[in-house]
């Protein structure tokens, strides 16, 4: 009975540590071709680097300056951050007044948010387009606002969910003791609100850092593009000769910041996305 | 309190709810009306009636050929992703050692953007075909099938962490119960495991459902250069932003009029998805 087991769990742990490789391997093929000089890598691309294809980091260091990267990856960074930030604050502010204030029209703005959740964006990405240009919103700070618009509907209803379900008893305690609304929020409510808090900003940090219609249609290809525009924009040949060296390095920076973040709020993050998919 | 807080909706809920209006609730209005107009711009518009609706399915055969893909595609990849994530998901929780390092490989995909994803495969994917003298526009197999596996590779660890979660719910009771009165691993999974673990099911069949039917950034970076293997998401954009032939007023008003079909495609997955899980929730 004991050496069946064991038999088994070692048949379960071969299979396990092969379907890992398979899921790494994509990821060190690029790795792999990111050292490796730009004839090699259309010709073959599964042989590792040797001493006679590795470049060392010369693929970086023209990605890097070809395509503006570092530019393209500051535009992401700072959209990232203030969207992230603005989504995390005026959300969970809407969402308190909706739960607490009982009337027709918060019951109407409530199901509006949650209606907007069913919508694809393809039914009105032309026409927020047009008024982000009309409005002028075509730009990195204009387009923090158009993501609030956005984020609202999934976040709204996070928070809403999580603010019924506290009792409302301390909040008016503070009232009565001459706490402003403004102060009992952030005094009172927003501390309670954390863990949701926490669930929104990485669902909206993900969405927002991998985005890549909304800011091509707002935003464009030119100099306030963000990365994953710079990256479609690079294979797809937009700078006219393909350097694949290049290419494969600008894949790799592209993905090394979201590993590097995976692996230190790996425990977050899985909570986060699962608490996200059992709620939408 | 309820009075005095409803003074400060400038404060609380104007913000949101202009950045809303603005950048969602108006745009979505004027894209239903636009639907039955030809634009060149918004400004410029005519009304057509129905045309759109017509011209969609009579003169432009990429939408049926698309919609047909879509749901191809959507009904194979549901099935591969939740086969597998949900045997994964019982491999993990045997209580082997090492699980959290296997749960973090696999899940790992997720997090990469749908644009990036698409650029990996397809350097792959055209790696391995090149041996073959081809591409993957050479064939739209290829291209269905490189999403097929590009989407299970993204999707498989996410769902498993549901599954995963799920099946850790299930009480210990319950099994043993089941062994004692004789059930063997085999009858203990059909008829346990799997009937308590349907609300994970619910949730992960709906979640790859819509996720496969709205797929737009992987299909692009993937396969946006061949022409037959665009899913309804990336057709409504080439007929706003690529197309010949029609003026271009026509194509607009037509990519507008797809776009309300999809919504209302949408729409009624997620219909279904609350009535199933309204139903579950009154049965127990």
């Known amino acids: 009975m004991k050496t069946k087991r064991r038999i088994r769990n070692t048949a379960v742990y071969i299979l396990l540590f092969v379907l890992s490789v398979a899921f790494l391997a994509p990821i060190a093929i690029i790795l792999m071709n990111s050292l490796k000089g730009n004839f090699y890598i259309s010709q073959a691309p599964f042989t590792p680097p040797d001493s006679e294809t590795f470049v060392g980091a010369e693929n970086f260091i023209k990605g890097f300056s070809q395509s503006d990267f570092m530019r393209s990856f500051a535009n992401s960074a700072f959209i990232t951050v203030f969207s992230v930030a603005g989504i995390v604050l005026l959300t969970s502010m809407t969402a308190w007044y909706i739960v607490r204030v009982k009337n027709k029209f918060t019951r109407l703005m409530y199901y509006f948010f949650v209606f907007s959740m069913i919508v694809p964006f393809q039914m009105v990405m032309y026409t927020m387009t047009y008024y982000a240009f009309e409005l002028q919103l075509n730009n990195p700070v204009g387009i923090v ?79 306030n593009k963000t990365l994953p525009v710079a990256v479609q924009m690079a294979l797809t040949g937009g700078y006219g000769n393909k350097d694949m060296g290049a290419l494969m390095a600008m894949l790799v920076l592209a993905i090394l910041p979201i590993i590097i973040f995976y692996l230190f709020c790996q425990k977050y993050i899985i909570k986060g996305v699962v608490a996200g998919a059992v709620k939408g | 309190m309820q009075k005095m807080l409803k003074k400060y909706f400038p404060v609380f809920a104007l913000p949101t709810l202009a950045a809303f209006a603005i950048s969602f609730l108006i745009p979505f209005i004027l894209g239903v009306y636009l639907s039955f107009t030809e634009f060149k711009v918004v400004s410029e518009r005519k009304w057509v009636g129905i045309e759109n609706y017509i011209r969609i399915f009579s003169q432009d055969e990429t939408f049926l050929n698309s919609l047909w893909l879509t749901v191809k595609f959507t009904f194979v990849s549901v099935l591969t992703i939740n086969i597998i994530a949900f045997s994964l998901a019982l491999l993990l929780t045997k209580g082997l050692k090492g699980t959290n390092f296997f749960r973090t490989v696999f899940f790992m995909p997720n997090l990469i953007g749908g644009i990036v994803l698409g650029h990996i495969w397809s350097l792959i994917i055209n790696g391995i075909l090149g041996y073959f003298g081809v591409d993957i526009t050479y064939d739209p197999k290829y291209g269905f099938w490189g999403l097929v596996i590009l989407m299970n590779w993204q999707m498989i ?35 346990v495991t799997i009937p308590m673990v349907m609300p994970s099911v619910t949730i992960c069949s709906f979640l790859t459902l819509t996720n496969s039917f709205k797929l737009f950034d992987q299909n692009l970076a993937l396969n946006g250069k061949s022409p037959d293997t665009s899913l309804l998401a990336l057709d409504i954009y080439k007929t706003f932003y690529d197309h010949t032939g029609l003026k271009l007023a026509q194509w607009h008003g037509m990519g507008q009029a797809k776009a309300v079909i999809f919504f209302l495609l949408v729409a009624l997955i997620a219909f279904i998805q609350l009535r199933a899980t309204r139903q579950r929730e009154v049965e127990h």
């Open chain 1, 145 to 223: 606002f158009i993501y609030l618009g956005f984020g609202a509907g999934l976040s709204v209803f996070m928070f809403s969910g999580f603010i019924k379900s506290i009792p409302n008893e301390i909040e008016e305690a503070a009232i009565i003791d001459g706490c402003s609304p403004i102060k009992t929020f952030f005094l009172v409510v927003f501390p309670i609100l954390k863990p949701t808090a926490i669930t929104v900003a990485i669902l909206n940090a993900m969405w927002v850092w991998n985005d890549y219609l909304l800011p091509y249609l707002v935003l464009g290809s030119g100099e």
């Open chain 2, 157 to 191: 660890g996410y769902m498993m962490i549901i599954y995963i979660a799920g099946i850790q719910n299930i009480p210990d009771s319950l099994s043993e119960a089941a062994a004692i009165d004789g059930a063997n691993p085999w009858q203990n999974l059909v008829h």
